[in-house]
């Protein structure tokens, strides 16, 4: 049950962020309202799994080597950076990975009830790689709600390398051949949708407040 | 907003679209909807078999099970199972089953036996493969059926998984063999399959190749690999579950005996113990027999205990078999020694 409350939490922070929004109160009430949420959630996927709640839970066994292609693709970002910008990398690129962490967390115990469910074996796989997706998605509003100034593009590598660290385990049964690909996969489905969604941004692409652009 | 970047302070960013946080918030919904209805409608509450052919599958799953511990039970020393091995031929761990036994391939003809050698001995793999060629043509079924398994072996060395796959199957498909003889192309099309991650058809291969062979240790250790994993697969049915912990159960029986060594018990239960981190009720049960079997009760009795609290993702009826019987195990073992 706990990763429905996670779920709902995450859903009415995005509302909040909506509204904050809304009230042009986002700049300053944004990154509390999702550093915080995200350690609620956090702490309530950690209480589902130490707790016996869950009957089906377990322990995700987490396997950082298989991450390696993330760890290149964070720190080339973070040069790129560097280079073009006078952005304090590591604290932006850590509040996004606690964003991703969060978002994948959620994706396992949310794949864990769709797995035991009575749902028919053809649609399982499609499921869980919409919940995968979903959760991508509210991550990446979450990320762009906490850093209004940048653009996350480190939250798909820690997205991408979180998900093939735990799919090592194959705690899902979300057998996607990710470890053998290093993550390579899954960087792509990550960036390639960040790329969407920025080209998607474009300034004048859709017209929506009265915040100046200033690209 | 800028591609990289800008906290300059004279940049307030682009927030986020109104249409992101819809389709963002229809996503949600749908998501916690579809959760919801997941933890109410849990597979455990539907029957075991739908279709009689389930229901069939699921009562011999059952049945083989039942008579698994019936044998156990009827072995006077369990952990001594040599009488399961009668081949006196038998070398543990031998590499093909060639040389495994004896005398399985008798009056081999000079010729024949000059041009395997010359392959085994050329150290480039087009070469090796050329000398073998001609053999494929032999009249010999068994010389035919010896050169593609060769072939297939010196593929699988070069990691040329669809060649070896594909040998493999030509010598499968070569008539009149011992079925005796075909294990080892039974075991390049399961590693094959393996790499390329169809577990289900290596399962199958795999069970093939202990079946016509028990001492066929090779096959025996990577099928424990394999069931072990193909057990966390929570969509496995009912008698999937129950096969899958049985011939984990026989293989670990077995295994010690072909490398004639008692405290190989002790090895595999470790195994078990660290690979079941998930812990689901077989590896538990299965730790715990192996404990059992190198006579360490204490451990053993743990194992037992863990059983019942294990939050794995077995079917609900195959857990609570495993549980019955290891609360009988239990109850055999007795409780702990007070020193």
């Known amino acids: 049950m706990n990763a429905v409350v996670a779920l709902v939490c995450w859903l009415l922070t995005v509302l909040i962020g909506w509204w904050l929004l809304k009230r042009d109160l986002h700049h300053r009430f944004g990154p509390p309202l999702v550093m915080i949420s995200c350690l609620a959630v956090l702490g309530l996927l950690l209480l589902g799994l130490a707790l016996p709640v869950d009957e089906t839970a377990e322990s995700l066994p987490l396997a950082p080597e298989a991450a390696f292609m993330s760890v290149w693709a964070l720190l080339l970002l973070a040069v790129l950076r560097r280079l073009t910008s006078s952005v304090q990398i590591p604290l932006l690129s850590f509040r996004q990975a606690l964003v991703a962490l969060t978002a994948v967390g959620l994706a396992f115990a949310v794949g864990r009830y769709l797995v035991v469910g009575q749902m028919p074996a053809l649609w399982l796989m499609p499921v869980l790689w919409g919940v995968l997706t979903t959760l991508f998605l509210v991550g990446f509003l979450l990320c762009r709600l906490d850093l209004t100034d940048i653009f996350p593009w480190e939250y798909a590598a820690w997205f991408a390398g979180f998900t093939v660290m735990t799919n090592a385990g194959m705690v899902l049964g979300l057998d996607l051949g990710l470890a053998s690909a290093h993550g390579g996969a899954m960087m792509l489905f990550g960036f390639s949708f960040s790329a969407l969604l920025y080209w998607l941004e474009r300034p004048n692409k859709w017209q929506f407040n009265a915040h100046p652009t200033n690209t | ?339």
């Open chain 2, 1 to 339: 907003m800028r591609f990289t970047g800008d906290q300059r302070g004279n940049n307030p960013g682009v927030p986020p679209p109104d249409k992101l946080f819809m389709v963002v918030t229809g996503l949600l919904i749908a998501l916690v909807w579809l959760t919801l209805w997941s933890i109410t409608h849990p597979r455990s509450h539907q029957s075991d078999c739908a279709l009689d052919e389930e229901c069939q599958s699921v009562q011999e799953a059952i049945a083989r099970w039942e008579q698994l511990w019936q044998q156990i039970a009827t072995d006077e020393n369990n952990a001594e199972t040599a009488s399961s091995v009668p081949d006196k031929s038998l070398r543990a761990a031998g590499d093909t089953v060639f040389m495994r036994y004896r005398h399985l391939w008798v009056d081999v003809d000079r010729q024949t036996r000059h041009a395997f050698r010359l392959s085994a001995l050329s150290n480039q793999l087009p070469q090796k493969i050329e000398l073998l060629q001609p053999l494929l043509q032999a009249h010999d079924a068994q010389i035919r059926f010896r050169a593609w398994l060769e072939i297939a072996r010196l593929q699988l060395r070069a990691r040329d998984l669809k060649e070896a796959e594909t040998a493999a199957r030509e010598a499968l498909g070569v008539a009149d063999i011992d079925p005796k003889l075909t294990v080892d192309a039974h075991f390049i099309l399961a590693y094959t399959a393996l790499e390329q991650r169809q577990f289900d058809v290596a399962e199958q291969a795999l069970e093939q190749a202990v079946s016509l062979d028990s001492g066929f240790w090779d096959a025996r250790q990577v099928q424990m690999w394999l069931l072990t994993r193909q057990l966390d697969n929570p969509r496995q049915t009912l008698s999937d579950c129950l096969d899958r912990t049985r011939l984990l159960i026989e293989n670990l029986r077995i295994m010690p005996a072909l490398g004639q060594n008692r405290v190989q018990f002790r090895d595999f239960a470790d195994l078990f113990r660290t690979g079941a981190a998930s812990g689901n009720a077989a590896t538990h049960l299965l730790a715990g027999l192996g404990d059992l079997w190198a006579g360490d009760r204490d451990k053993a009795r743990d194992q037992f205990l863990k059983v019942k609290q294990s939050r794995g993702r077995l079917p609900v009826r195959c857990a609570a078999l495993i549980a019955a019987k290891a609360d009988e195990l239990l109850n055999s073992v007795g409780s702990r020694e007070t020193p």
